[in-house]
């Protein structure tokens, strides 16, 4: 298979770890949250960080998608939660919700670009079919 890029990234001590040997050189680390019967803290978790790479690619998705078809914008904003749920056996799941918005486009036009871009992103092609995802433009 032919790669357009690669990242990685390696994470050593699971929830109460960090997150290093990325290309960039951003360290990371991480706490078990609050709800999980950690300690108040402000590191982050796998649930945030789920969250912040699938607003940056789904943003990045609808930015191309505009791009591709010369439509001008004045900004695109997109907040993604993501929440752990029990599976309904002994394990947990996702649940996204996506708040997109396309700043420039009337809501007729932005709420079509959202809904390309949910077909196009990388990560709602990835969890599709597995993961309740509600999007909210």
Do not use: W
Not at 23 to 30: A, I, N
Not at 65 to 82: C, H, P
Request: net charge neutral; proline share 4%.
């Amino acid at each position: 298979m032919q790669k357009l890029l690669e990242r990685k990234a390696t994470t050593k001590g699971g929830r109460n770890g960090y997150i290093n040997q990325t290309l960039s050189g951003l360290e990371v680390r991480m706490a078990k949250p609050v709800e999980m019967g950690g300690m108040p803290n402000q590191y982050t978790n796998p649930e945030e960080l789920f969250s912040m790479g699938y607003s940056a690619c789904f943003a990045s998705s609808i930015e191309y998608l505009l791009s591709m078809n010369k439509v001008k914008y004045d900004d695109i904003s997109v907040t993604v939660s993501t929440a752990l749920v029990p599976d309904g056996t002994e394990g947990f799941k996702f649940a996204v919700e996506i708040e997109a918005s396309i700043l420039g486009l009337d809501l007729k036009t932005a709420t079509s670009y959202i809904e390309q871009a949910y077909q196009f992103c990388p990560y709602s092609k990835a969890i599709r079919g597995n993961v309740k995802v509600t999007i909210k433009p």
